[in-house]
């Protein structure tokens, strides 16, 4: 299994732009100092006033040289907010920027505020995502490229660069309900699982995206999946630096309309089935718990919260490098 770091994805809006990329750089250095293969950027626009997110594919090429060897991966993009000509040709540059490890996690969306600033229809969101995959690949692989779709019409269209993985990068799909999971075995590489779905909820969606998988003479390749993350030296002190800054950024989720579980929790209910916290021995057990009943191919964490010390995030970097993954190994 590879591990990955979540950067950032969400910084105080009142902190500073330069403030918060430096974090991010802090971040992807002490990843990769650390043992960790590679590091995720989520993708949200308009957040402010309460939250800066920075868009995943500039974050991510301002990174590559923190992180020159390692894997890319975006968690997730959200891919109807862009013409598939131009996330084929971003996303194939960063493929070559990263030595062909780009990994491009895509999802419908969800705020308000975005959809309506994009004028997409709710209910056009999962249509819209399957048919840009679709048109993604095309761009991707064929020279020249001709789509005609429902939203997207190109025709004999020579896409520059390239990107070195070919036919092109895995596509993993963000998906919150269990008929969507099922769905996503017919147009992605794996069904992603998102930081706020339960183990039980994971255990509810497998059986009937696995029984598509067969459907469709797919083998089943294990869930990617990112997890919320801290680690101190004991469990209470580990609980006590994340608890606060993790509920806010939960409320945040409830009031941008985030589907899926319930948010409005106490900690000791959120962190049951959604947090790896504790020492580094417990979290080991509990990552190695998701690696083997969910074969998990890559898990990369969330350790930074709005309002959070930045040092608490790089010191459980360095405390999951130095003393969790040599036990998950």
């Known amino acids: 299994m590879r591990y990955g770091v979540y950067i950032g994805p969400a910084y105080p809006g009142e902190m500073d732009a330069a403030r918060a990329f430096e974090v991010a750089r802090a971040m992807a250095r002490t990843a990769r100092e650390s043992g960790f293969d590679g590091i995720f950027a989520a993708h949200h626009y308009a957040t402010g006033p309460s939250h800066t997110v920075f868009h995943p594919l500039l974050l991510l090429a301002g990174l590559t040289s923190e992180f020159p060897d390692g894997y890319l991966g975006t968690a997730a993009y959200i891919l109807p907010y ?3 000509i131009i996330a084929a040709e971003a996303t194939a540059l960063l493929d070559v920027m990263c030595g062909g490890r780009l990994i491009f996690g895509v999802g419908r969306g ?6 309506e600033s994009f004028r997409i229809p709710r209910g056009e969101r999962g249509a819209r995502l399957a048919e840009a995959v679709r048109a993604v690949r095309t761009l991707w692989a064929d020279d020249p490229a001709s789509f005609d779709g429902r939203f997207y019409r190109f025709a004999d269209v020579s896409a520059r660069p390239r990107p070195i993985q070919r036919p092109g990068p895995p596509i ?7 008929e969507s999971v099922a769905r996503v075995a017919d147009i992605g590489d794996a069904w992603m699982a998102s930081g706020r779905h339960t183990r039980t909820f994971i255990r509810e969606a497998l059986p009937g995206y696995r029984r598509r998988l067969d459907k469709l003479g797919r083998p089943f390749a294990g869930v990617p999946m990112f997890r919320e993350m801290h680690v101190a030296d004991d469990s209470r002190r580990a609980e006590e ?3 606060a800054s993790f509920r806010a950024m939960y409320e945040s989720y409830a009031r941008w309309g985030q589907p899926g579980e319930r948010y409005d929790l106490s900690f000791d209910e959120l962190k049951n089935e959604r947090v790896l916290v504790g020492a580094p021995q417990e979290v080991a057990e509990r990552v190695n718990e998701y690696r083997d009943e969910f074969d998990v191919p890559f898990m990369w964490f969330r350790l930074y919260y709005p309002g959070m010390d930045p040092e608490l995030a790089l010191e459980t970097i360095r405390l999951f490098g130095q003393e969790v993954i040599p036990l998950c190994r």
């Open 110 to 115: 969800y705020r308000a505020v975005e959809l």
């Open 241 to 243: 630096e994340m608890e």
């Open 172 to 178: 993993w799909i963000g998906a919150d309900t269990i």
């Open 82 to 84: 862009t013409h598939p």
